[in-house]
């Protein structure tokens, strides 16, 4: 491990009573919003850590959320897409989308376009004025876990649970190419448009990096954790990679993919069961959530 990064718990947040599933940034600095299996959305202050603001409340445990100006979209297990506005706090739009269980929701403002992934192997296009389903693209007949959109191209790719990576044209909403991207379920894609490279990770505990100019061949394979990996992010202050796995760790590698730092239980007195869910708040602040119900807010520097 390289010894040029800091990593410093600084606090948790707890209220949860079932796992978290699901974070992500609010609008404002320093705030962000948990969700998963006690179907309850909340928001929280880094600056008050010890009191989480309930928002919303849904039937069914809550796997995806997306901000998509001032509302919050919440994907639930059962496929329901409930639209809040952060504002109000009050909910504006309900809708059913086929196909059990909301897997990944992600809006693109390059694209002026919100898709969803189900449970199912379908994606979901939806707009993002009206919050309407435009269109139902099937993918595969297992789960879509991950989407990522290309910011560059009219483009996105859809990680499968069938072990493929799916690209997706979306101006014309249908399937062009297809590679076998893992050995098990591939879990987690992000597209770096700097590199014109596709990153994915995967319930084989690898991650994979892809060469989109050469027909997505593979550039280096890199045996990540011990067990599946769930979400990968990107710092594009500090150039490293995030992610985090069912092995209850979350790990931090350079843009190339080189290891920096294992956060774990023993080392940083990190999460005690699975790590599902991580999202960067800023340049120096990540935050993760568990199976353990906890979620824990890092301070990550270079040094």
């Not at 249908?174 to 448009?193: G, L, M, P, Q, R």
Request: some cysteine; hydrophobic content about 40%; charged content about 25%.
């Amino acid at each position: 491990m390289l010894n040029n990064i800091e990593v410093k718990k600084l606090t948790e947040f707890t209220g949860h009573q079932n796992p978290i599933y699901s974070l992500i940034a609010a609008p404002e600095p320093g705030r962000f919003f948990s969700a998963g299996g006690d179907k309850i959305v909340v928001e929280w202050n880094i600056e008050d850590p010890s009191t989480g603001i309930p928002i919303a409340k849904t039937l069914f445990t809550i796997y995806s959320m997306c901000i998509c100006g001032n509302y919050l979209l919440a994907g639930t297990s059962e496929g329901a897409v409930h639209v809040i506005d952060l504002a109000t706090k009050n909910e504006i739009k309900y809708f059913q989308i086929p196909g059990e269980g909301v897997f990944d929701i992600q809006y693109s403002t390059e694209h002026q376009l919100i898709v969803a992934s189900t449970a199912k192997g379908s994606l979901i296009f939806i707009d993002p004025k009206e919050f309407k389903i435009l269109e139902t693209l099937q993918l595969s007949n297992e789960k879509i876990r991950s989407v990522a959109f290309n910011t560059t191209r009219p483009y996105l790719y859809a990680a499968c649970a069938d072990t493929k990576v799916y690209v997706v044209d979306i101006n014309k909403k249908e399937k062009i190419y297809e590679f076998e991207a893992h050995t098990w379920s591939c879990n987690a894609v992000y597209y770096n448009s700097e590199k014109d490279e596709l990153i994915t990770a995967s319930k084989d505990a690898h991650t994979r990096l892809w060469d989109i100019k050469k027909e997505f061949e593979m550039i280096k394979n890199i045996p990540a954790h011990n067990y599946a990996i769930y979400q990968m992010r990107f710092n594009p202050s500090l150039r490293i990679y995030a992610t985090a796995a069912r092995d209850k760790t979350i790990k931090l590698w350079d843009e190339n993919f080189e290891i920096l730092t294992r956060i774990n239980k023993e080392d940083f007195n990190g999460h005690l069961n699975s790590v599902n869910s991580i999202v960067w708040l800023d340049d120096n602040h990540l935050v993760s959530g568990s199976d353990d119900r906890k979620i824990i807010l890092w301070e990550v520097k270079l040094i």
